[in-house]
């Protein structure tokens, strides 16, 4: 998770990447991913792709990308993204 911090260039910043070996978050989020082709190619035990912003501990916001045809959200991240999770903000 570091080096993807530093890759990322969010070292010093109040981003926090998390782990979750054992998909014991995700499954409880329900963000599991279960489409038959992305896990055909990356295998079992996967997320969806997904963001959430806390504050003081409480999620504020959460942003899937998937879609029907783009379960792993490849063609159309933004609900994930910058601006996708600030537009959740303002309208919560």
Known sequence: MEAWAKDQGIEGSMVKFLADPT???TKALDLEMTADGPVSVLGAGRSKRFAIIF??????????????????GDTDPSNTLVEGMLSQLATA
């Open 55 to 72: 504050d003081d501990g409480v999620a504020k916001a959460i942003g899937v990308s998937e879609s029907e045809d783009d379960p792993a």
């Open 23 to 25: 998909s014991a978050l």
